[in-house]
């Protein structure tokens, strides 16, 4: 999430930030600055890279938890395809007892580190500034704001492998795992678009709300999709392995006011998803039907919720080790673990914080 935007909003986003995400699985935590850019490892909160640069990272992406990292350029014209040079692996513990001995000769390494730059494998220009970007082992996918290009992760100086005109002002699109690589857009007023990427067929065509999409998130097996419109008071889900037309499974409700979303995502086993918002509350929603009920459950409530500290910008993940644990990265400067209790819900505990 480019935080840019949201600066005038509040005054207690951190100054130095300018970019928050996850990667695909959520084991990293991305975070862009001023002055570049850093990676932490969220099972642990430990610092796994500090990148200097001499521009401000505004988006960026890492591809799981490889090599492979994607910025773009400040203008937001580019977008540069890296590799990056990965620091030397932490000392063990009795070089870690002896930390304070070695304390120059550790400083002399990060320097050396900091010298040596990451590879560049090519660059990617557009006649339009880039709004979002996804990826996943297969493709690259870039969206401005009137077209979405993919890319072949295999063969990226070849050029834009497939062109979807669309008209997409606030970048709503979601990639799903390469497993399937489903691809979902809005294209219309509130109408969502799910297309394979492998065969370039329609997946699915239906109308998801009544205003503009604002965020889309896609299941990491691909077959549910969560959305939310730019009103944000409703979250609804869809079964994309559904025959029907609108395949919608549940429909959640955040709030009676309107509400800016900023992070939407689902547990790794699909059983649980998460929105954070301007309203300084994180809302995690049950996707368990019982076999007593059929079609669609309305108007539920949240089962967990997360009291933020800030009203500030916010994105969410949940744990790949542990579903009941969410990751939050604030843009006030702060990534915090919470606790959610699956069998009572109500309201999380906050574990761990870490200034960033």
């Known amino acids: 999430?480019?935080?840019?935007?949201?600066?005038?909003?509040?005054?207690?986003?951190?100054?130095?930030?300018?970019?928050?995400?996850?990667?695909?699985?959520?084991?990293?935590?991305?975070?862009?600055?001023?002055?570049?850019?850093?990676?932490?490892?969220?099972?642990?909160?430990?610092?796994?890279?500090?990148?200097?640069?001499?521009?401000?990272?505004?988006?960026?992406?890492?591809?799981?938890?490889?090599?492979?990292?994607?910025?773009?350029?400040?203008?937001?014209?580019?977008?540069?395809?890296?590799?990056?040079?990965?620091?030397?692996?932490?000392?063990?513990?009795?070089?870690?007892?002896?930390?304070?001995?070695?304390?120059?000769?550790?400083?002399?390494?990060?320097?050396?580190?900091?010298?040596?730059?990451?590879?560049?494998?090519?660059?990617?220009?557009?006649?339009?500034?880039?709004?979002?970007?996804?990826?996943?082992?297969?493709?690259?996918?870039?969206?401005?704001?009137?077209k979405i290009c993919v890319y072949l992760f295999e063969d990226l100086t070849r050029g834009c492998h497939r062109t979807f005109n669309v008209k997409s002002s606030n970048g709503a699109i979601a990639l799903s795992s390469s497993e399937r690589s489903y691809l979902a857009y809005s294209e219309k007023n509130g109408d969502i678009t799910v297309r394979s990427l492998d065969d370039d067929q329609v997946i699915k065509n239906f109308n998801a709300h009544q205003s503009a999409v604002l965020r889309i998130s896609i299941s990491q097996n691909g077959s549910l999709l969560a959305s939310v419109s730019i009103v944000g008071k409703n979250v609804r889900v869809f079964d994309l392995d559904n025959p029907k037309e609108r395949p919608i499974l549940f429909e959640f409700v955040r709030g009676k006011s309107q509400a800016t979303a900023y992070g939407l995502c689902f547990s790794h086993d699909g059983g649980y998803l998460a929105l954070t918002s301007d309203?300084?509350?994180?809302?995690?929603?049950c996707l368990q039907k019982t076999s007593r009920f059929s079609g669609v459950f309305l108007s539920v409530g949240s089962f967990a919720k997360i009291k933020l500290k800030k009203k500030v910008p916010a994105i969410c993940a949940f744990s790949p080790q542990s579903p009941d644990q969410i990751f939050v990265l604030s843009s006030s400067g702060t990534l915090s673990i919470y606790k959610m209790d699956l069998k009572k819900g109500g309201e999380c505990k906050n574990l761990k914080s870490i200034e960033i």
């Open 1 to 146: 999430m480019n935080i840019e935007p949201f600066r005038e909003k509040s005054k207690e986003i951190k100054e130095t930030l300018t970019y928050l995400g996850f990667n695909q699985d959520y084991s990293f935590a991305q975070i862009g600055s001023k002055t570049g850019y850093k990676l932490i490892k969220t099972s642990t909160l430990e610092k796994l890279e500090t990148k200097e640069t001499d521009y401000s990272i505004e988006m960026f992406s890492t591809l799981y938890s490889s090599s492979l990292i994607i910025i773009r350029s400040e203008d937001g014209l580019k977008l540069n395809v890296l590799r990056r040079k990965k620091r030397k692996e932490n000392k063990n513990e009795n070089e870690k007892e002896n930390e304070n001995e070695n304390e120059n000769e550790k400083e002399e390494e990060e320097e050396k580190e900091e010298e040596e730059g990451d590879d560049l494998i090519c660059s990617l220009e557009f006649e339009e500034p880039i709004i979002s970007i996804k990826q996943n082992c297969k493709y690259l996918v870039v969206c401005t704001e009137n």
């Open 279 to 285: 309203r300084g509350t994180g809302h995690i929603f």
